[in-house]
T-cell receptor, first 114, second 112 residues
Framework: DGGITQSPKYLFRKEGQNVTLSCEQNLNHDAMYWYRQDPGQGLRLIYYSQIVNDFQKGDIAEGYSVSREKKESFPLTVTSAQKNPTAFYLC?????????????FGPGTRLTVL | GNSVTQMEGPVTLSEEAFLTINCTYTATGYPSLFWYVQYPGEGLQLLLKATKADDKGSNKGFEATYRKETTSFHLEKGSVQVSDSAVYFCALTDRYGNKLVFGAGTILRVKS
C-alpha cells in the first residue's frame, strides 16, 4: 500500500539534545512538507521541499533543520535551539504538480521534551 | 497572503443532527479549497476538495461548495454520527499554488 510513514510515534528528548524525526513516502511524490501542531491550534509549516536536494523555510523554521537527499525521505531535526519543541509533528507529501495540490499526511510523531 | 478563517469550536451535536462548519477565506487568484479531518492521535485525512468556483466537493455524506462571491467553503452533513467526532480543518492553496494554508480547526463532538 502506498503511503507516508513517520517514526517513531512517540519521542522523548532531554533539554539540550538534538533529535531527528523520520518521514518516508512511497507515493512517488516530488513535494514533501513538515508541520507542527500545538493543542488547539492549526498546522504551522516548518519546511517544505519541492524537489530532491532543495528545500525552503516555512513560517516557523527557526530551531529546525531538514535534508532531502532522496525523493522518498525528508527527515526533520529538532535542534537544541528550538525553545519549545514539545508538539505533534506531521509530515505530508504531494505530487508537486500545479493543479494536483492535495497533500497526504503521515500519522504524526508526538515529541515531548523532558 | 492567502488566509482562512473557521468558526470556533467545539461544536457539540446530538446524533443525526445537521452539521454546518463555517469557513471563509481571503485569496489572490484562484486557490483550491480543502476540508481535512483529524481523528484523535492521528494525522490529517483529506475529506473533500474543490478546485474552482461553484464546484461541490463531497465524500462520506459531507459536502462543501466553493462560493467565490461570498469567499466561503462551508462544510455540511445532513445527519452526523458519533464516529464523525474529530477536528475539521479548512485549507486553501497559497497564491503560488505550492503550499497549503490551514485554518485553526474546529472540534466536533457528537453525542449518542
Amino acid at each position: 500500500d502506498g503511503g507516508i510513514t513517520q517514526s517513531p510515534k512517540y519521542l522523548f528528548r532531554k533539554e539540550g539534545q538534538n533529535v531527528t524525526l523520520s518521514c518516508e513516502q512511497n507515493l512517488n511524490h516530488d513535494a514533501m512538507y513538515w508541520y507542527r501542531q500545538d493543542p488547539g491550534q492549526g498546522l504551522r509549516l516548518i519546511y517544505y521541499s519541492q524537489i530532491v536536494n532543495d528545500f525552503q523555510k516555512g513560517d516557523i523554521a527557526e530551531g529546525y533543520s531538514v535534508s532531502r537527499e532522496k525523493k522518498e525521505s525528508f527527515p526533520l531535526t529538532v535542534t537544541s535551539a528550538q525553545k519549545n519543541p514539545t508538539a505533534f509533528y506531521l509530515c505530508a507529501s504531494s505530487s508537486g504538480y500545479i493543479g494536483a495540490d492535495t497533500q497526504y499526511f503521515g500519522p504524526g510523531t508526538r515529541l515531548t521534551v523532558l | 497572503g492567502n488566509s482562512v478563517t473557521q468558526m470556533e469550536g467545539p461544536v457539540t451535536l446530538s446524533e443525526e443532527a445537521f452539521l454546518t462548519i463555517n469557513c471563509t477565506y481571503t485569496a489572490t487568484g484562484y486557490p483550491s479549497l480543502f476540508w481535512y479531518v483529524q481523528y484523535p492521535g492521528e494525522g490529517l485525512q483529506l475529506l473533500l476538495k474543490a478546485t474552482k468556483a461553484d464546484d461541490k466537493g463531497s465524500n462520506k455524506g459531507f459536502e462543501a461548495t466553493y462560493r467565490k462571491e461570498t469567499t466561503s467553503f462551508h462544510l455540511e452533513k445532513g445527519s452526523v454520527q458519533v464516529s464523525d467526532s474529530a477536528v475539521y480543518f479548512c485549507a486553501l492553496t497559497d497564491r503560488y499554488g505550492n503550499k497549503l494554508v490551514f485554518g485553526a480547526g474546529t472540534i466536533l463532538r457528537v453525542k449518542s
